[in-house]
C-alpha cells in the first residue's frame, strides 16, 4: 500500500518497519501540502498524530475530501491511555497504533488496513457489474452513430473515436496511435495527452506494448502494482490507471487507443467490456477510412502525375525549341518524325514537311553517307555516340557540329533515333586559329638565342634548347625541376620574388646569377611575362646572358688601369731618371776629385769617404735597374710582339715583388740557357708578377727559411717552359678545373678579384703559348707556362699548333 504520514514527528522506525514490510511510505508534515499531493498521488492509507488533532481535526477532513474514495485512516497515539486515544477515536480513525510501534503490532494493524481497502474494491466492482447493462449498448450504439458520421476521412474518424471514448470512461486524456513497421505514431492525442500529438515510439517498448503484442484490450487498474506496464514511463506521465484498446484490421493490427488517468482504480470491467464490444468496430471504420485515405491519395497522385506529365511535355517541347541545339527524331527507315525549331529554321522546313524530306535533299551526297552510316551504327549497336562533322547550310556555307545519338522508344515500343548538333564552328576556327598560334609561339621561343624557362609557379614545364646549352644541362634534368634549383644561392631570395606564381610575380628586368653544370656563374638579365600557354596561365620567363658582356666591361676596366698603371710607372721612371743622372754624375767628380786630393793626405785618411763613394755609386746603379724594370712595365701597351728574353723579364718581375715574397720564402733560381721568345716585354712582366705574388700570398708569412718559391727555366723542343712552383697550401681537386675562370678567387674578400691568372692566361695564349697549373693539397702549386721559341715561331708563324703541356714536361 501507499502510506501518507501527515505528522510532525518523522518517526524513522515506523517507516522503516512499513517500508520492510514491502508498503511505499511517503512523508509530508505541511497538511495543505499534503492536499496537494493526493490531487496527484494515489494513497491508501493516511497516517495522522493524535496530539495534532486534539488541537484542531479540521484539516483531517479537508485531507478526506482530497483523497481518493476508500482512503483508510491510521491513527498514531503515543500510549494507549484513553485520553491519549480519545482524539483518534472522535475523528474516526480506522485503526490506530501506539507508540513505542512494535512491528508486530505494526503488521497486525497494516494487514488489517489492507484487508478492508480489498473489501472496498470488491465492493467497487460488484456495484459496477450491476449497472444497466441496457445503458451501455446504448452508450455503444451512440458512439457507432457518432464514427460513422465522420464519413470516410481518417483522421476525422480517428478524431471522433478519442472523443466519444474520453466521454465513455470519464478520461482525463486519450490518444491514438498507428502501427507502421515497428513505430507507433499518435495521429491523435486529447486531454492530459495532447502535447504527444506526432509523437513516435518504439511499439514493443511503449506504454500499450503488451496490448499490442497480445492483441487483447488491457485494463490497468493500477501502474505502480501492476508489472505489465513500463512503471518508468508512466510516473514520467503521471498515469495511475489505464485502458489501452488495440484497432485491427481483420487479423492485422493496425494500431491502438490509450485511455488513462492520473488517479488509480479510475476504469472499471464496464468500461474494458464496452471498448473491448467497440474494439473491432472501430478497427473496423479506421480500416474503411485508412483505404479511402489511400485510394483518394492514388487518385491524387495520378492526376498529379498526369498534371506534372503535361507540364514535362510542354516544358520539353518549349525548351527544345529554344535549345541552341539543333534536334530531331527519325525512325529506323530514316523518316524524321519530329524536329526542333531551330532544326526546322535552319533547314527552312515546316512541320507537315520533315516525313517527305530526305538527306540528300539537305545536304551534299558524301555527307548524307556519311551521316546515314553513322545512324546505322547507332541503331546496330543501341550505343549512344558523339561525333564531329562538317555539314554545310543550304547556301553552301560550311558550318562544324558536335551531334549526338542516342536511341529512343515511344509508347508502342518502336525503336527511335534522335540526334542533337551544336555549332561549333566558331569553336572550330578558334582552334585552328590557337594552333596556328601557337606552333609559331613554339617556334619563336625554340629558334629564340635568349634562354626561355615556362613555369605555373611550380615546376618547369617548358625550356627552349637555348636554356639547355646557357645551363650546360640536359633536359630531363631541367623540366620538371625548379628555376631556383640553378639560381645562384646568394640571389634566390631576389628570385622567388621574381618567379612567383602567374599574375603575382614582380614585373620589370632585374640581373641574376645562375651556376651551370660546370659550377661557372653566369650573369643574366631576367624579364618574365604573364600569358596562356598549352592552354593554362603560365609565366614566360627570357634570360639574356651577361657574361661575355660582363668579362669584356670587365677587361675594358682592366686595360685601362693597366694603361694608367704604365703610364704613372712611365712616368715615375722618367722623373726619378733626371735626378738621377745628376747624382750619378756628381759622384763621379767627387770620386775624380778625391783621387786628385789623395796624393797631398796622409795614407789611410780617405779610405772611409772611398767607401760610402762606392756603396752611393752601388746605390744608384740600384735605382738605375728598378728605373729599368718600371720602363719595362710601362711598355705594357706595346702589343707588337718583339723577341724577348724571359730570363731579365723574371727578373725585373722578382725585383717588383721583392717585398711581397722576403718575409715568406726563398727564391731559388734553376735557370739554364733558353733562346729568346716573341712576345710583349711587358705583358709577360704583368704574368710572372701576378704568379710570384700568387706564390707567395699561397704561403703564410713568419717563416721564409722553411718555404721556397722555385723559378725554373729551361728549353724543349724548340720552346722555353718556365716553372714557378711554392710550398704553400696548395689547391683542391674540386677548384682545379676553375681558377682560370673570371672573377673565381679562394682569397679574402678584399685580397683578390678572381681576375689575375683569367688575365695571364689570356695574355700567354694572346703570344702563342700555354699555361697549366699542377696542385696537390697541402703539397704546394706549380704552373707551367710553354712559350715558342723565337725561330720556331718565326718560321711556323703564329697559328702554328703547340704540343700539349704534359708532352713537352715529359720530354724535358
Known amino acids: 500500500m501507499r502510506i501518507l504520514l501527515v505528522t510532525i514527528g518523522a518517526y524513522p522506525e515506523l517507516i522503516e518497519e512499513m517500508t520492510r514490510l514491502g508498503h511505499h511510505v511517503l512523508f509530508e508534515p505541511e497538511p495543505m501540502a499534503a492536499g496537494r499531493l493526493l490531487a496527484t498521488e494515489c494513497v491508501e492509507v493516511l497516517a495522522v498524530e493524535a496530539s495534532r488533532l486534539s488541537r484542531d481535526a479540521q484539516w483531517l477532513e479537508s485531507l478526506r475530501a482530497c483523497a481518493a474514495p476508500g482512503t483508510l485512516v491510521l491513527g498514531l497515539a503515543p500510549s494507549l491511555e484513553e485520553a491519549m486515544l480519545a482524539p483518534l477515536l472522535a475523528a474516526g480513525v480506522d485503526e490506530f497504533l501506539a507508540a513505542p510501534f512494535p512491528p508486530a503490532e505494526v503488521r497486525t494493524r497494516l494487514g488489517l488496513l489492507a484487508h478492508r481497502r480489498a473489501a472496498f474494491a470488491r465492493q467497487q466492482a460488484l456495484g459496477a457489474s450491476s449497472r444497466n447493462e441496457l445503458s451501455r449498448m446504448a452508450d455503444v450504439i451512440q458512439i457507432q452513430r457518432d464514427i460513422m458520421q465522420a464519413g470516410l476521412d481518417l483522421q476525422r474518424v480517428m478524431e471522433r473515436i478519442c472523443e466519444q471514448a474520453r466521454a465513455l470512461c470519464e478520461a482525463e486524456g486519450v490518444s491514438l496511435g498507428l502501427l507502421e513497421a515497428n513505430t507507433l505514431r499518435y495521429r491523435v492525442s486529447l486531454g492530459s495527452l495532447e502535447a504527444f500529438s506526432g509523437y513516435q515510439l518504439q511499439a514493443d517498448t511503449s506504454l500499450a506494448g503488451p496490448s499490442l503484442l497480445s492483441g487483447e484490450v488491457l485494463l490497468i487498474h493500477d501502474t505502480e502494482a501492476d508489472t505489465r506496464v513500463n512503471r518508468e514511463g508512466s510516473r514520467r506521465l503521471g498515469i495511475r490507471s489505464m485502458i489501452t484498446v488495440p484497432l485491427k484490421a481483420g487479423e492485422h493490427v493496425a494500431g491502438v487507443l490509450n485511455i488513462v488517468s492520473s488517479r488509480p482504480q479510475a476504469f472499471g470491467e464496464r468500461s474494458r467490456r464496452t471498448l473491448e464490444l467497440l474494439a473491432v468496430m472501430l478497427g473496423a471504420a479506421m480500416a474503411n477510412a485508412s483505404e479511402y485515405e489511400a485510394k483518394q491519395k492514388l487518385v491524387a497522385e495520378h492526376g498529379a502525375a498526369l498534371a506534372a506529365l503535361q507540364d514535362t511535355q510542354q516544358m520539353f517541347t518549349s525548351f527544345m525549341d529554344n535549345s541552341p541545339a539543333l534536334a530531331f527524331v527519325r525512325d529506323a527507315e530514316g523518316r524524321r518524325v519530329w524536329a526542333n525549331e531551330p532544326y526546322r529554321r535552319f533547314y527552312k522546313l515546316g512541320m507537315a514537311e520533315l516525313r517527305n524530306v530526305t538527306d540528300e535533299d539537305l545536304m551534299p551526297p558524301d555527307v548524307a553517307r556519311q551521316m546515314r552510316q553513322k545512324d546505322l551504327e547507332v541503331l546496330e549497336t543501341g550505343l549512344p555516340s558523339v561525333t564531329e562533322s562538317m555539314v554545310p ?80 644541362q640536359p633536359a630531363s634534368r631541367v623540366e620538371g625541376a625548379s628555376l631556383l634549383d640553378f639560381v645562384h644561392p646568394e640571389d634566390r631570395a631576389l628570385a622567388q620574388g621574381m618567379l612567383g606564381p602567374p599574375g603575382r610575380g614582380q614585373s620589370g628586368a632585374r640581373e641574376l646569377r645562375f651556376l651551370n653544370a660546370n659550377g661557372r ?218 681558377i682560370f675562370d673570371p672573377f673565381f678567387t679562394t682569397k679574402p674578400v678584399g685580397e683578390g678579384t678572381g681576375l689575375g691568372l683569367f688575365v695571364c692566361q689570356g695574355i700567354v695564349t694572346r703570344f702563342g703559348g700555354e699555361i697549366s697549373v699542377d696542385s696537390q693539397a697541402g703539397q704546394g702549386t706549380t704552373f707551367r707556362l710553354i712559350f715558342p721559341a723565337e725561330r720556331t715561331r718565326r718560321e711556323t708563324g703564329a697559328q702554328s699548333s703547340l704540343p700539349r703541356c704534359g708532352s713537352l714536361a715529359s720530354s724535358a
Not at 571 to 598: C, K, R, T, W, Y
Not at 672 to 695: H, K
Open 521 to 738: 656563374v653566369l650573369t643574366a638579365e631576367v624579364s618574365f611575362l604573364n600569358l596562356v600557354f598549352l592552354g593554362e596561365p603560365a609565366t614566360v620567363i627570357s634570360a639574356r646572358d651577361l657574361t661575355e658582356r660582363r668579362q669584356m666591361q670587365t677587361r675594358l676596366v682592366l686595360s685601362d688601369r693597366l694603361v694608367a698603371m704604365g703610364t704613372l710607372a712611365a712616368g715615375v721612371a722618367h722623373e726619378i731618371n733626371n735626378p738621377l743622372a745628376f747624382v750619378v754624375s756628381n759622384l763621379d767628380f767627387m770620386a775624380a776629385e778625391l783621387q786628385a786630393v789623395a796624393r797631398e793626405l796622409p795614407p789611410g785618411r780617405l779610405t772611409e769617404v772611398e767607401e760610402v763613394l762606392r756603396e752611393a755609386s752601388m746605390g744608384t746603379s740600384r735605382m738605375r735597374q728598378i728605373v729599368g724594370d718600371l720602363k719595362m712595365l710601362s711598355r705594357a701597351d706595346d702589343e707588337a710582339p718583339a723577341p724577348v728574353n724571359l730570363k731579365h723579364v723574371i727578373e725585373s718581375a722578382l725585383t717588383i715583388a721583392r717585398a711581397e715574397l722576403r718575409p715568406r720564402a726563398q727564391v731559388v733560381r734553376d735557370y739554364s740557357d733558353i733562346p729568346l721568345v716573341e712576345g710583349s716585354e711587358g705583358r709577360f712582366a704583368q704574368v710572372f708578377l701576378n704568379l710570384f705574388i700568387n706564390a707567395a700570398q699561397a704561403i703564410a708569412p713568419g717563416q721564409p727559411e722553411n718555404n721556397e718559391i722555385r723559378i725554373t727555366l729551361r728549353s724543349a723542343q724548340e720552346h722555353v717552359i718556365v716553372e714557378v712552383k711554392d710550398t704553400g697550401g696548395g689547391i683542391p681537386a674540386d677548384l682545379r678545373a676553375r
Open 393 to 472: 547550310s543550304l547556301d553552301g556555307k560550311e558550318f562544324h557540329w558536335i551531334t549526338y545519338r542516342f536511341i529512343l522508344r515511344d509508347k508502342a515500343g518502336q525503336t527511335l533515333l534522335a540526334h542533337a548538333a551544336l555549332d561549333i564552328t566558331e569553336h572550330t576556327q578558334a582552334e585552328v586559329a590557337l594552333r596556328h598560334s601557337e606552333e609559331s609561339f613554339r617556334s619563336l621561343i625554340e629558334r629564340s638565342p635568349e634562354a626561355i624557362f615556362v613555369h605555373r609557379g611550380g615546376p618547369l614545364v617548358y625550356v627552349n634548347p637555348s636554356a639547355l646549352v646557357f645551363l650546360k
